[in-house]
């Protein structure tokens, strides 16, 4: 696709179920990241895959997220046994490369999943 | 610690006016800057980033900024604004990790702009 897709764009979850959220980067993008939003506040960052490998898992709150991306192309955000602070806004990003002498690549960010949980 | 601080909550300004968001940063080496841009429902679109050479960056719909490295800034600017500017706004920092760029974003700041 053009850009990075998202899904679902809303989920709303009671508190206790486990959620899963899908993100497509962009067709060849090594980088994907995911991002935790509040409202009203900027993206902070959860998690970094380069290719299939989870680099830095440093910014995932508790061990009730888990994310994975097992061909190195689309990934998935899950939360176990979701509670009312894990309402946010997840964003998605991808990046062309994995760094090395290219610093400051550029993160294209999907639309975001709104979670809101009850 | 790698921080950013975007001293402004929420801005106004009447259409073709000036404008300037400002930013602070807290890195140890040479930060690699970025501001993004995110519209209602909208992903966040990158307007321009710095990493080296000239301090004054140009971007995309006619934004810029400049580095200041002594007052530890980049304030994103543009000349006059559109009512299509109505957006939130963020400063954001690179910080190496090993082997790619961890980006810090700051809290944002809203824009709105009256007709």
């Known amino acids: 696709g053009a850009g990075v897709s998202q899904s679902p764009r809303y989920k709303v979850a009671k508190r206790g179920q486990d959620v899963a959220l899908r993100c497509d980067p962009i067709?060849?993008?090594?980088?994907l990241f995911w991002y935790q939003q509040a409202l009203g506040q900027g993206p902070e960052f959860l998690t970094y895959?380069?290719?299939?490998?989870?680099?830095?898992k440093s910014g995932l709150p508790s061990d009730r997220f888990f994310a994975e991306r097992p061909e190195g192309s689309v990934s998935t955000l899950k939360i176990q046994r979701t509670q009312q602070e894990d309402s946010a806004v997840y964003l998605c990003a991808s990046s062309a490369t994995s760094g090395g002498d290219i610093r400051g690549d550029t993160q294209y960010f999907g639309p975001g999943t709104r979670l809101t949980v009850l | 610690a790698q921080s950013v601080t975007q001293p402004d909550i929420h801005i106004t300004v009447s259409e073709g006016a000036s404008l300037e968001l400002r930013c602070n940063y807290s890195?140890?080496?040479?930060?690699?800057l970025f501001w993004y841009v995110q519209s209602p429902g909208q992903g966040l679109q990158l307007l321009l980033k710095y990493f080296s050479g000239d301090t004054l960056v140009q971007g995309i719909k006619g934004f810029e900024a400049e580095f200041k490295r002594s007052q530890s800034s980049f304030n994103l600017r543009k000349p006059s604004v559109h009512w299509s500017d109505a957006a939130e706004y963020f400063c954001?920092?690179?910080?190496?990790?090993?082997?790619?760029?961890?980006?810090?974003f700051g809290p944002g700041t809203s824009l709105s702009v009256i007709p």
């Open positions: 895959f380069q290719n299939e490998a989870q680099l830095d």
């Open positions: 067709s060849g993008h090594v980088s």
């Open positions: 954001a920092v690179g910080a190496w990790v090993t082997s790619y760029d961890k980006v810090i």
């Open positions: 890195y140890g080496a040479t930060p690699y």
